[in-house]
């Protein structure tokens, strides 16, 4: 397959995934999360239900937009681990390109009115966190080769990385932030260095 005709297939399948997400997003408002089916779904977009498991695990996943992995996340996983500068400072590259590939920013006015009609929602919305979290462990311990406390290393890197991503959010969200996603964790990326750094003091 062409190059162009690879990128053409790529680009239809993110079209259908965000019209599932749309739809679902649409039929959550209207009637209910419980007030339509898969099927009912698929119906509305215009997909088989085959098609629907294709690129989501879940009704709830469809809603939050979820979707199974994107090629482009994929290649930008690849890289990582494929880096060799400093872990730290690679995993917050990471962190930043996915942002800006998918911007989540753009999507938060629809989930905040599907969870306002749906609270019950948040508990797979911290399933999927928790699981992503997961495979962000696995691609750290992957990139790091392994070694005594890997695993707990990775933990503790992905989680406090993943604090300072809601600090940055709660920024541009509430607060209306000028700065870039990057600017801002990047800033705070350089304050937690400072506070975890070993004490100057002279002994």
Known sequence: MSESADSLREQRKRETSRALTDEARRLTTEHGFAGFTVEELCSAVGVSRRTFFNYFESKENAVFGFAAIDSRQEALEAAFVAQDGELL?????????????????????ALFAVIEQEPRLL?????????????????????????????LRAEVMV????????????QLLHHHSADSFSDLVSRRLEIARSVFAPSQKAH
């Open 89 to 109: 400072d690679d995993f917050i590259g990471l962190t930043i390109a996915r942002f800006e590939l998918f911007n989540p920013l753009d999507d938060a006015p």
């Open 159 to 170: 989680h406090t990385v993943g604090a300072l991503v809601r600090l940055c959010m709660d």
């Open 123 to 151: 508990k797979a919305a911290f399933e999927q966190l928790a699981k992503n979290e997961r495979r962000d462990g696995e691609l750290v311990v992957q990139r790091s080769g392994g070694g005594d406390d890997a695993e």
